[in-house]
């Protein structure tokens, strides 16, 4: 009986480990679009917006600007400028990233149901 308890549980971990990875890709994706859509900012060469990309690694995905990364926190925050100004900030990442957080949330416990 035991043997088939532990063959039951390691099947369900299997389909719920499965499921929480075609969750994470899928919503990966998703913030991906929502990013190459664009923000308040102005881009001048468009090589910002097209460089959003996905990278999976083991369990985890990430989310990345493969072309400019270095402006995502000099959009995302505002920074100084030569002349002691400040410019302004455009939260775009942070936007996406809220929606990431609820969504996972959301459809794990879609997926789980199932």
Same mark, same amino acid.
Request: hydrophobic fraction near 30%; avoid cysteine.
């Given at each position: 009986?035991?043997?088939? /308890?532990?063959?039951?549980?390691?099947?369900?971990?299997?389909?719920?480990?499965?499921?929480?990875?075609?969750?994470?890709? #899928?919503?990966?994706?998703?913030?991906?679009?929502?990013?190459?859509?664009?923000?308040?900012?102005?881009?001048?060469?468009?090589?910002?917006?097209?460089?959003?990309?996905?990278?999976?690694?083991?369990?985890?995905?990430?989310?990345? #600007?493969?072309?400019?990364?270095?402006?995502?926190?000099?959009?995302? #925050?505002?920074?100084?400028?030569?002349?002691?100004?400040?410019?302004?900030?455009?939260?775009? /990442?942070?936007? /996406?990233?809220?929606?990431?957080?609820?969504?996972?949330?959301?459809?794990?416990?879609?997926?789980?149901?199932?």
């Amino acid at each position: 009986m035991s043997d088939g /308890i532990t063959k039951y549980l390691s099947e369900y971990t299997d389909e719920v480990v499965e499921a929480l990875d075609k969750t994470k890709q #899928n919503v990966a994706k998703e913030a991906v679009q929502k990013l190459k859509q664009g923000g308040s900012y102005k881009d001048r060469t468009g090589k910002y917006t097209k460089g959003w990309k996905v990278t999976h690694q083991g369990t985890t995905y990430t989310v990345w #600007n493969s072309k400019q990364w270095y402006l995502t926190h000099l959009l995302e #925050n505002g920074h100084a400028t030569r002349n002691g100004k400040r410019t302004k900030a455009y939260p775009h /990442i942070a936007v /996406i990233d809220e929606w990431v957080a609820e969504e996972m949330v959301k459809r794990t416990e879609e997926a789980l149901k199932k």
